[in-house]
């Protein structure tokens, strides 16, 4: 990328950058070279190509090097430009809080189906805030309480609830600890850190860019599962949902842990890549037969 200023074009540096992106194992090399030019741009993909041959000023070609050279380095294109959409919204992320993955939109999509539209949900390991906002957003009439042990991850929710409009409750804690006792809901639901350890370090590089914490589940992975499965019967209501988004070696244990527990029809479920994502199970509807 040398040559002055004047003389690069959109469309030359996107051509100079999909290819610098495809020698240095970048997914989506077009794609991701479009999104951050056009955010060292403050514009929109489309508008790239309104002005594809008007050669950009000095200030604009030096944030989009700083990106593109992070890029390479294995920065998620998430982190650089400060949010990632999840269900149709833009949520705020940043190295303090996982990047939201399109396979958590399925374990949305389950939680939602399950709540009521003046119903309570728990949202535990929070996060961005990602399903706790969403699940406000979309069931208006519901009360939904959000948590995280970390207080930077909640610090990034409370933020995306705010400017996204979500009346959400927060807490932090560490899992059941941030929820009132006597609180129960109609859903509960949670991305956990659900990673076998001994993957961890076998990620990909993006992925070691985010918070250890919100990745690493013990050595099976399953150590935080564990612990929601056993404190949710106690605080589901009767008829109520718990959901889960697991690792795919989790798909026989996590049921298991379900039906253990005393909860009913669990069932792992897959996502799009066809792979078990998420478990869902149920409390009784009534009392228990005598
Ligand atoms: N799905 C994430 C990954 O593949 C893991 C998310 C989590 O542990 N909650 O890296």
Not at 137 to 149: F, I, N, Q, S
Not at 269 to 277: F, H, I, K, N
Request: glycine share 10%; proline share 8%; charged share 25%.
């Amino acid at each position: 990328m040398s040559g002055g200023p004047s003389s690069w074009t959109p469309l030359k540096l996107l051509t100079w950058t999909q290819g610098f992106f495809a020698q240095r194992g970048v997914d989506a090399p077009r794609l991701t070279a479009e999104v951050l030019l056009a955010h060292a741009l403050s514009c929109d993909r489309v508008r790239l190509y309104l002005d594809f041959d008007k050669p950009l000023g000095e200030a604009e070609l030096a944030r989009f090097r700083d990106f593109v050279r992070r890029r390479a380095d294995g920065e998620p294109t998430a982190y650089l430009v400060g949010s990632r959409e999840f269900y149709g919204r833009p949520f705020a992320v940043d190295p303090r809080v996982l990047v939201p993955r399109p396979e958590t939109e399925l374990v949305l999509e389950a939680a939602l189906a399950a709540l009521p539209p003046d119903g309570a949900a728990l949202d535990l390991c929070t996060g961005s805030g990602i399903l706790g906002v969403t699940l406000a957003l979309e069931r208006p009439g519901a009360r939904v309480l959000a948590t995280d042990l970390s207080d930077d991850a909640l610090a990034v929710a409370r933020a995306n609830a705010a400017a996204l409009g979500a009346e959400v409750g927060f807490a932090r804690g560490d899992l059941w600890e941030a929820v009132p006792a006597d609180a129960r809901f109609d859903v509960i639901v949670s991305n956990p850190p659900y990673v076998p350890r001994g993957e961890l370090d076998t990620l990909q590089r993006e992925v070691r860019r985010e918070p250890r914490l919100a990745l690493d589940g013990g050595p099976d992975g399953a150590d935080v599962l564990r612990r929601i499965v056993a404190g949710a019967p106690g605080r589901l209501a009767p008829g109520g949902t718990l959901v889960l988004e697991m690792h795919e070696s989790h798909r026989e244990l996590l049921p298991l842990l379900c039906r253990e527990a005393g909860l009913e029809r669990a069932e792992a479920r897959m996502d799009l890549a066809g792979l078990p994502r998420y478990t869902v199970a149920h409390v009784a509807s009534g009392p228990a037969p005598a």
